[in-house]
C-alpha cells in the first residue's frame, strides 16, 4: 500500500537531477521486487512505472511476462495498463506475444465494450502475423457488433491486419466496402480511412469502388471523410482518366462552396491531379485550373504561413503541367524567396524552375547565387546549389544564352564549403565543355585556374565533396587541352605532389590527363628548333609520376606505370633527336563523344530478328576461328565448344559479314569507322533547341583570376543589344547560322560531325522509353514493403480455400448481399481448425495453388472440397449453401468482367435517362432511341448520380443473371460493346440483358420542380436499420442566379419523421450541406424514420432557398409531396432455390396475386423492370415463368411467382405481411399499366 | 498514417511519445532528440510543417507540429494525411486534454502520462485517426474513468487518502516546475468542421 505510485516516481526523479540514473535503478530494482508480488494490483502499479521508466528511454522488455499478467487481470483498471505498457513495449519479437492470443481473443468477446476497445487499440500496436492469422475471424465479427465503438475500432485496426496477414484482405473485404455505408459516421470514416489507405499502395485493385466513393463524395458532410475520399481519387484518376472527367464538377463545386481551408485545399490538389490525368488539353478545363491557380494565389497570399506553405506545394504541382498558369505569378513567388521560413523559401525554389525564361535566367541566378551566399545551414544552401543547376541545365539549357556566364555560376559555386553536391557540379561542367563546342576554350582557361588554384578547393578532402569538380577540371584541361594557353603550368599543377592526397578516380583522371597534356606540348615544340621545353616535360613526369606508380590505388598505379615507361621511351628518342609528337598525339587522337547512359538498352531490335532463337541450328554450328564473337561465345558455352560441328564455307561467311555490316549500318548506336553513315541522326528532334553562344570577340575571353558571373550579365545585356541591332541588318537565314551554328549542321559542313554525339543525346532524352520500361510500381518498390502483399485482385470472387481460420461455430447471420452471401459462407464452411499447423500449411499450398491455375476444373475441385468441409461443419441452418455450387461455377468466370464493366458504364459518357424526364415516362419509352434527346448530358453530375444509381442496379441483377448461367455468353459480348463503345450511342444505357438491350430506366422521380429549381428523388431502405429509410434528392438548378441556403423540411406524421441533428426542434428544417451555381446539380440525402412499412405514405414538405442574382436575393419556397412507396421499403436481396422453395412451403406466408394484361415487352425486360423498380432478385427462370424474391427492410419475405402467356402475366405473391403484400402488387401494377 | 506522437517541453524532455511502428528505445529517444532539434529551433510565427528528419520517415514524412505554452506537440505523418486536418486535431487533441484535466497544464502531463494515452487512444488508433469529434472522445474517455473509480471502490480508498497524504507532505512540489500555461485560443487556426 505504501509502495511508490507512478506519481512518486516522476516527483523522486525529479528530486534527483544530479543522480537521476542512479535513483532510476533503484526504482528498478523495487519495481522487480514489486513485480515478485502475487498481488495483481502492486504488480499493475509496477508496470504503470515501467511504461513512464520506457518513455525516458529505458529497455523494459524483461518485464513482458508482467505485463502479460497485467493484461490478463479481470479488472478493467489493470487490464488498460497492461494493454498500454504493451502497446508501448512490445513488437514482432517479444516472445510472449504468443502467449497472449487467447487472452485477447477473451478481451475481444467480452460483454464490457470497454475491455473489447481496450484490446482493440492495444493490438493495433503490437500486432503479429501470427496474431492476424488467429485473430482476424473475430476482429471480422466485431465489425458487425452492435456498438458502434466496437464497430469502429474493429474497421481500422483490419488494415493492420492485412499488412500482417495478407490472406484476410480479400474474405474481410467485402464486410469492410459494406461498412462505407454504415450508419455511424464514425464507423463511416474509419473504412474510408482503411480503403483508402489500402488504396494508395495498390489503386488499380480499388478503381471499381469509384463510384461508391463518388456517391459517398457528393453526399457526405463529414470533412475527414471527405479529404480522405478526395485524396483518394487524387490516387485513382491517373489509372483512369475517365474519372477525372467526372471529378471535376463536383469538385469544382466543393471548391466554391467549402469554407474549410482544408479540405478546399485537398479538392484543389485532386483537381491538379485530375488535370495532370487529362493533360491532353481539353480546352474547358483551362477554367479549372485558373480556378486553382487562383485559389492558391489566396492561399500564398495569406498571413498564415501554414497556408502559404501548401499553396506554394499545390503549385508546384500545376507547374509540371501547366506551367503558363504559373508563370503570371512570378512576382509573388519570387516575394516568397525573401520569406524568413526556410520551409517556404524551399517550397518557392521548386516553383522557380519553371519560371525561367531566357530572358530572366540571369537575374533570378543572381539572386539565387546571393541567397546561397547568405544561407548558412549546408541543407537550404544544397538545395540552392542543386536548384541553380536545375534551373539551368533544364530542357537541354534551353534558357541559357551565354555559355561563359553560366561557366563561371559553375566555378564560383565551386568555391562553397562542404557540399555534397560537387559531383554534380563537375558533370555540369564536363557536359557544358564537351556539348557546347564553342565554350570549350574559355572553359579550359577557367578549369586550368581552378587546377591551379586547386589547393583552395581540398582544403579537408575528407569530408569535401567539392573536390569531385576537379576531376571535370583535370578532363577538361586534358582532353581539349589544344585551348590551353599555358600547358606547360597547368602539366605542373597537375602532376604537384599534392595531387596524391586526392581521391583515387580523381588521381586516375589526373595522371590520364597529364598525358594527353605531355602530347600536346610536344606537338608545340615541334615545329621550333629549340627542344627544351619539351624536354623539361619529360624530366618532369619521370620525376613526378613514380609518385603515382606506388599508389594505392590500383587505376592510378596501373596508368602512372604505363605512362612512365612510355616517357622513359621518349626521352631516349628526345635525346636522339626523333620527332615523337605525331606518334603520341596519335595516342589520343579523335574526339570521345559522351554516350547517353541507357543508349545500349534504346537499340531497338530490327524487326523479324529472334534474339532468343538460336543463330545456327545447334548441332551444325561451327567453331570459327576468325569469327572472334562467335570464338567468344563458344568459350563461354561449353557445350557448343565440341569441336564435332562442320565447318562452315567460306561463301557463307563472307554473306554473314556482309549482313552482319549491313545492320551494322542501320544501328544507331553502333560506332561506325566511317563518319558518312551518321548522317542519318543528325537532323534528331531538340538539336536546334540547343543554343551556343557565338563567342563575341568584345568579350574579354581571359578573366584573370576566378571569374565572376556577374560580369556577364552585363556583358550579356551589351551583348543583347548590340544583336537586337545587327538584328535589323542581317538577314534571318545568317542570324541563324551564327547563333546556332552547332544545331543547324546543314550550314556548317566540317562542324557537323563532331556535333552529333550531344544531338544523339538530346535525341535520346526526350525519346519516349520502350513499352515494356514504362516506369512501374515495381520498379519503385521495395521488395521489403508489406504493401507489396497486399496488391490482391479484390474483384475475384472468393474461393473456399481463402477463408479466415475460425475458432469456432458462429451463428448464422442472414445474408444482406450477395457479395456478402459468399464471405459469410466462406467463413461458416470452415470447420474449427485454428493453430493446426499441418493446416496451414496446406492451405498456403492451396492458395498457391488459386494463385496459378484458373482452370474451371480446379475450382470445381474446391466445390467439391466445400461441399464436403460443410457436411462435416454440419451447418444445416445455411440451406444456401448447396444451391450455391451450380451457381457459382458460372459466378467465377464472369464476375471479374462484369465488375470491369460496371465502372466502363459508369465511366462512360452514356447518356442514361436523366432526370429530365419523369422516370414513369422513361419506364414507358419502349424503344432505346428515344432517350436521343436525353443524351446530350448538359449536366455531367446529374447523368453521374443517375450512372451511379442504374450501375448499382445493374451489378445486382447480373449477380442473379449469373444464377442464369446459360445466358453467360451473351452477356459478356454485351459487356465488350459497353466498354469498347467509348459512349455516345444510346443503345448503351440499356442494361446488360441478353437478347436485346432494355430501354432505360431511372428509380428517380420528381418530386417538384418550379423555374428555379427541380427536385427528384429516391428512396431506399436502409440495410442496418429497420426502421431507416435514405431519401436521396437531386437538385438542379434551372435558372441562372446563385442558389443558396436551401432548407429542407417535411411535416412529419406519426408514422415517418424526417432525422433531425440533435438538438433541433420537430419542425425545423435541414440545411442542403452545398450551394448551387448555375446549371448545376448535386444530391442531398435525408434519413427518415417510419414505423410501420405495410402502408404507402406521402409526406408534404417544403423547401426554401434564396435566389441570389448579381445585385439582389429573393427567398423562394417550392412545396412538394415525398412518396414513400411500399415498394421502397423493399431490399434487393438474392435468394437461392432451396431456401426459395423452403420458404414458401413453410406455410407462413399468405398469398395474393395480380393479373396484368396487354404487357408487351419481352419476358426478360417484364423481370428486369420488376428487378429494377420493385428491388426484386430473380430466383430462378424457366422459359416463361420465374421466381422472385425481395425482403423488407422489416424483414418480410416477398415472393413472387411470375408466368407469362401471350400478352398476360399473371403474378401470384406471398408474403407474410398481407397489407404489405397488397400495397407492393397494387404498385407493380402501376409501373406496368404505364407501359 | 501517422508514425508517431511526441510531445516534449522546451527543453526537449519527453513527455509523451507514442510510435505506431517498433523501434528499440535508443532509436526512440535519437528521434524525440532530433525532433526537438528541429523544431525547436524555428521561429514562433513559420509553418508548422517540416520536412521529416532523418531518423524517422523520409521524404514521404512530414512532421507536422503545434507548440503551446511550454509544449510541442508534434504528429510525424505520412503523405496520405491532410496536413490542415493534422493540425486540427492536434488542436482537438489539446482541448480534449483541457477538458478532461480542466485547465490542462505541463504538470498534468508530468504526472499522469497514462491518462494523457488513454485519451490518446481514443483519437489515434495504431497510426489511423479513429475519431474527431471531442465530445464523443471526452464521452468514452470519461465512461472509462467511471470504471476504473467503481472498480477501485472500498478498496481504493486508503490508497487515494495516503496520495493525498503524499502530496500534502510536499508543499515544494510547485516550486520546481515551470508551469506555463497552455494557452489553447490559437488564432489562424483553418477552420476545418
Known sequence: MFDKNLQDLV????????????????????????????????????????????????????????????????????????????????????????????????????????????????LSCFVTPDLARDLANDIMTLMSHTKPYIRKKAVLIMYKVFLKYPESLRPAFPRLKEKLEDPDPGVQSAAVNVICELARRNPKNYLSLAPLFFKLMTSSTNNWVLIKIIKLFGALTPLEPRLGKKLIEPLTNLIHSTSAMSLLYECVNTVIA?????????????????????????????????????????????????????QSHKDLILQCLDDKDESIRLRALDLLYGMVSKKNLMEIVKKLMLHVDKAEGTTYRDELLTKIIDICSQSNYQYITNFEWYISILVELTRLEGTRHGHLIASQMLDVAIRVKAIREFAVAQMATLLDNAHLLTGNTQRNGICEVLYAAAWICGEFSEHLENPMQTLEAMLRPKVATLPGHIQAVYVQNAAKLFATVLKGQEGTTDGTAAQDASQLFIDRLPLFVQSANLEVQERASCILQLVKYIQKLQQKDVEVAEEVSALFAGELNPVAPKAQKKVPVPEGLDLDAWINEPPSESESEDEQPKAIFAKEEPKHSRPRHTEVDEKELARRREARKQEQANNPFYIKASPSSQKVYQDGPGVEHIPVVQIDLNVPLKVPGLPMSDQYVKLEEERRQKERAEKKKKDKKKRKEKRSGRGKKQYSGPESEEDITPAHMVDIVTEEMPENALPSDDDERDPSDPHKALDIDLDKPLADNEKLPVRSHRAAEAQKSPTDGETENATMQEPKKKGSKEKRGKKKDKDRDRKK??????????????????????????????????SQVAAPSTSTTAEVSDLDFWLSNAPVPSNTQEAATVAAAPEPSVTAPDSEPEEPKDTGMEEMKSSKHKKKKQKKEKEEKEKKKKKHHHHHRHSDGGGEESVQNGTVEEEEPLPPMSNYCLLAENSYIKMVYDIQGNLQDGSQVVVSVIFENKCN????????????????????????????????????????????????????????????????????????????????????????????????????????????????????????????????????????????RIDSCASMYSRSIQAHHVCLLVKTSGQTVSIDAKCDEPTLLGNVLDEIKQTFSQC | MIKAILIFNNHGKPRLSKFYEHYNEDTEQQIIRETFHLVSKRDENVCNFLEGGLLIGGSDYKLIYRHYATLYFVFCVDSSESELGILDLIQVFVETLDKCFENVCELDLIFHVDKVHHILAEMVMGGMVLETNMNEIITQVDAQNKMEKSEAGIAGAPARAVSAVKNMNLPEMPKNINIGDISIKVPNLPSFK
Open chain 1, 11 to 122: 516527483r523522486g526523479i525529479r528530486n534527483h537531477k544530479e543522480d537521476e540514473a542512479k535513483y532510476i535503478s533503484t526504482c528498478i530494482d523495487e519495481i522487480k521486487q514489486e513485480l515478485k508480488q502475487d498481488n495483481i494490483a502492486v504488480k499493475a502499479n509496477a508496470v504503470c512505472k515501467l511504461t513512464y521508466l520506457q518513455m525516458l528511454g529505458y529497455d523494459v522488455s524483461w518485464a513482458a511476462f508482467n505485463i502479460v499478467e497485467v493484461m490478463s487481470s479481470s479488472k478493467f483498471t489493470y487490464k488498460r495498463i497492461g494493454y498500454l505498457a504493451a502497446s508501448q513495449c512490445f513488437h514482432e519479437s517479444t516472445d510472449v506475444i504468443m502467449l497472449t492470443t487467447n487472452q485477447i481473443r477473451k478481451d475481444l468477446s467480452s460483454p464490457n465494450q470497454y475491455d473489447t476497445g481496450v484490446a482493440l487499440t492495444g
Open chain 1, 274 to 326: 485530375v488535370l495532370i490525368s487529362l493533360s491532353s488539353g481539353m480546352p474547358n478545363h483551362s477554367a479549372s485550373i485558373q480556378l486553382c491557380v487562383q485559389k492558391l494565389r489566396i492561399l500564398i497570399e495569406d498571413s498564415d504561413q501554414n497556408l502559404k506553405y501548401l499553396g506554394l506545394l499545390a503549385m508546384s504541382k500545376i507547374l509540371k503541367t501547366h506551367p503558363k498558369s504559373v
Open chain 1, 853 to 886: 491455375s484458373k482452370e474451371e476444373k480446379k475450382k470445381k475441385k474446391h466445390k467439391h472440397e466445400d461441399k464436403e468441409e460443410d457436411l462435416l461443419g454440419g451447418q444445416a441452418e445455411e440451406p444456401v449453401l448447396q444451391s450455391e455450387e451450380t
Open chain 1, 1041 to 1180: 442566379s446563385f442558389l443558396k441556403s436551401m432548407e429542407f423540411n417535411v411535416l412529419d406524421s406519426l408514422n415517418s419523421k424526417l432525422q433531425r441533428p440533435e438538438g433541433s426542434g420537430p419542425h425545423d428544417g435541414l440545411v442542403v450541406p452545398f450551394q448551387l451555381p448555375p446549371g448545376v446539380s448535386n444530391e442531398a440525402r435525408f434519413v427518415f424514420t417510419v414505423q410501420s412499412i405495410v402502408m404507402p405514405q406521402k409526406l408534404k414538405g417544403t423547401l426554401t432557398f434564396i435566389v441570389k442574382n448579381e445585385d439582389d436575393s429573393t427567398h423562394e419556397k417550392l412545396d412538394f409531396k415525398l412518396h414513400f412507396t411500399c415498394t421502397s421499403y423493399l431490399i434487393t436481396t438474392p435468394c437461392y432455390s432451396d431456401a426459395f422453395a423452403k420458404l414458401l412451403e413453410s406455410g407462413d406466408l399468405q398469398s395474393g396475386s395480380v393479373r396484368l394484361e396487354g404487357v408487351n415487352m419481352p419476358f426478360h425486360h417484364l423481370l428486369a423492370r420488376i428487378c429494377f423498380h420493385h428491388h426484386f432478385s430473380v430466383v430462378e
